[in-house]
């Protein structure tokens, strides 16, 4: 047996049901979630929120993760009429995109 197949199974799910998690899905959150949803794509929360939301914090600021690549996300947030800022961070895997002119959000493939 490999050494992670031990490990794996001392890990534990969790579920959160925290308010500090529900307040960060504002409307354009929520918009970002369904639209990922409607090109069944995932969308995770990634990075120090992660961390943040366990320890029952709202997050300042959050990062996510997703199954779809930048040529996927531009075309999804074109049909969508979603804004996409700055492009520099698609050689990287990112692609940030600003909804609703209020809240901006950075999106990387899973690697």
């Known amino acids: 047996m490999n050494k992670v197949g031990p490990v794996l199974h001392q890990l534990k799910k969790i579920t959160i049901d925290t308010d500090?998690?529900?307040k960060i899905f504002t409307p354009e959150l929520t918009q970002l979630v369904n639209t990922f949803k409607k090109y069944d794509y995932e969308l995770r929360i990634a990075g120090g929120a992660v961390r943040d939301i366990i320890m029952?914090?709202?997050p300042e600021d959050i990062d996510f993760a997703s199954t779809a690549t930048p040529p996927q996300m531009?075309?999804?947030?074109?049909?969508?009429?979603i804004r996409m800022l700055h492009k520099k961070?698609?050689?990287h895997g990112t692609i940030t995109c600003r909804i609703n002119e209020k809240q901006n959000f950075e999106v990387t493939t899973l690697r």
Not at 74 to 81: L, T
């Open 20 to 22: 500090s998690f529900w």
């Open 56 to 58: 029952d914090i709202v």
């Open 74 to 81: 531009k075309e999804m947030f074109e049909k969508e009429h």
């Open 89 to 91: 961070g698609e050689e």
